[in-house]
């Protein structure tokens, strides 16, 4: 399977474009701009496509933006840590938005360069520190068997407190539903952030392995 195919098998293609298209500044309502007056502006001055195309249900965004920023902004998990169990689980759902929008924030919160080319090779790949191999460990079991081994556990449960042990879990399954909602309605990824690539698809274990997955 193409890496093409990868790129358009889930909810847009170059032709058609996305399934929901972002909400055009020019529509927004007075409740819709209420609602984003929150969100920071990209350099260009727009808001990131994933706000203005989930603002399509206002119920909704209502409440998953609180969420999603505590998570975000004010979680107790180190930067480095939440922004390496992001990019795993966009490795693993294939979620090109979420990669392209998070490797600067990874970069921001001290990841390098050769790390963030390291998370698609996964948690058994030469170079993490035990530490790091156990968050990437984590997303992916949460990915695969939806829960935490008892060796992983015990092991994240070492250098974790109780609060952080739930947010792992909690930001991994964040993070997942956003992957499926950006995959299914086909966001298109800003193109300041279009030069973040996502590394080709990886197995658990870190070997290459096909996936039936594409990106939004």
């Given at each position: 399977?193409?890496?093409?195919h990868?790129?358009?098998?889930?909810?847009?293609?170059?032709?058609?474009?996305?399934?929901?298209?972002?909400?055009p500044?020019?529509?927004?309502?007075?409740?819709?701009?209420?609602?984003?007056?929150?969100?920071?502006?990209?350099?260009?001055?727009?808001?990131?496509n994933?706000?203005?195309?989930?603002?399509?249900?206002p119920?909704?965004?209502?409440?998953?933006?609180?969420?999603?920023?505590?998570?975000?902004r004010?979680?107790?998990?180190?930067?480095?840590?939440?922004?390496?169990?992001?990019?795993?689980?966009?490795?693993?759902?294939?979620?090109?938005?979420?990669?392209?929008?998070?490797?600067?924030?990874?970069?921001?919160a001290?990841?390098?360069?050769?790390?963030?080319?390291?998370?698609?090779?996964?948690?058994?790949?030469?170079?993490?520190?035990?530490?790091?191999?156990?968050?990437l460990?984590?997303?992916?079991?949460?990915?695969?068997?939806?829960?935490?081994?008892?060796?992983?556990?015990?092991?994240?449960?070492?250098?974790?407190?109780?609060?952080?042990?739930?947010?792992?879990?909690?930001?991994?399954?964040?993070?997942?539903?956003?992957?499926?909602?950006?995959?299914?309605?086909?966001?298109?990824?800003?193109p300041?952030?279009?030069?973040?690539?996502?590394?080709?698809?990886?197995?658990?274990?870190?070997?290459?392995?096909?996936?039936?997955?594409?990106?939004?």
């Open positions: 399977m193409s890496d093409e990868h790129h358009l098998s889930h909810g847009a293609t170059a032709d058609t474009g996305p399934r929901l298209a972002p909400l500044e020019d529509h927004w309502d007075p409740s819709t701009r209420e609602l984003l007056a929150p969100i920071p502006r990209d350099a260009d001055g727009r808001l990131p994933v706000f203005t195309t989930l603002v399509r249900h119920g909704l965004f209502r409440h998953f933006l609180p969420f999603g920023t505590h998570l975000l004010a979680g107790r998990l180190p930067d480095r840590s939440r922004e390496l169990l992001i990019l795993r689980t966009a490795c693993n759902t294939r979620a090109a938005y979420e990669w392209g929008r998070h490797v600067p924030l990874a970069r921001a001290g990841v390098t360069e050769e790390e963030i080319r390291r998370v698609g090779a996964g948690p058994g790949a030469q170079g993490w520190t035990p530490a790091d191999a156990r968050l460990r984590a997303a992916d079991e949460l990915h695969r068997d939806a829960g935490l081994s008892a060796a992983t556990w015990s092991a994240l449960a070492a250098d974790h407190d109780e609060a952080q042990l739930i947010e792992i879990t909690m930001l991994v399954g964040q993070y997942h539903m956003v992957a499926f909602f950006l995959n299914s309605a086909g966001t298109p990824l800003e300041g952030f279009a030069t973040e690539v996502l590394p080709a698809p990886a197995g658990a274990d870190g070997n290459t392995a096909e996936r039936g997955h594409g990106h939004g």
